[in-house]
């Protein structure tokens, strides 16, 4: 198992690729935010401030140090600008696909970002593990689910050089259901969250850097820093739990 410093480390460098990520764009792209925001001045702005703030905590992460302001407002800011618009989108629209997924993804990145501010503090505020455990544990129930509703897509996602397209995306789902109720209910966190963790690093790997190499556009790209991310938060649950 990775020591807390090299996962941290990895966890700002997927921080930093999202900030690089923002500034070639000139889009917001941490959290996902929902395209209800138009207005382009806005996005410019915000995609270039939260760049330049994301690359800084990656900076301070790498060194062991944080400047809580800003990491709490990078939280805020992931929370607000992406959350809480496809939160609306999902309440108003019923928009259980792209909404619902990027809504996961936010909640799980806003909350990730407090996760690792207090990794660097002599005692880690326990409100943040469990702010972080709860909305992993949702966001990978939400994915499980999507697993079955949306299955002809997610087996169009699975490599084509594997077989069985249909029991991965299937055996998946259940994989992250699971893993999202263990994490949730506190029940085998540390060995579920483990493997959670580890599974999500194999897509990383198998999965979102070849469809980033082979469409290098800004969603396959953050989705490779996403992934990279979200292993990151599941070890680091693993490792922080005392079972």
Known sequence: ???????????AAALAGIGVLQIIFQQVLIGRPSPIITIPTLILVAAILT???????????????????????????????????NLFMIVTHGDYGFAL??????????????????????????????????????????????????????????PRWIPFDAFWTYAAGVALIASGLSLLSKIGIKLIAQLAGWMIFAWFIVLHIPRGIADPNPSELTAICESLAFSMVSLTLSTLTKE
């Open 51 to 85: 760049a330049i703030a994301l690359i800084a905590c990656s900076v301070q992460l790498w060194r062991g140090l944080t400047t809580r302001w800003l990491f709490l407002a990078i939280s805020i800011f992931i929370f607000a600008y992406a959350g809480l618009p």
């Open 101 to 158: 997924t990027a809504f996961g993804k936010a909640i799980t990145m806003g909350s990730a970002v407090l996760l690792f501010m207090n990794l660097t503090s002599t005692d880690s505020p326990a409100w943040s593990y469990n702010l972080a455990r709860i909305c992993l544990g949702l966001f990978l129930v939400i994915g499980g689910v999507q697993h079955f509703l949306f299955a002809d897509f997610v087996k169009f996602l699975v």
């Open 1 to 11: 198992m990775p020591t807390l410093s090299t996962l941290t480390r990895l966890f």
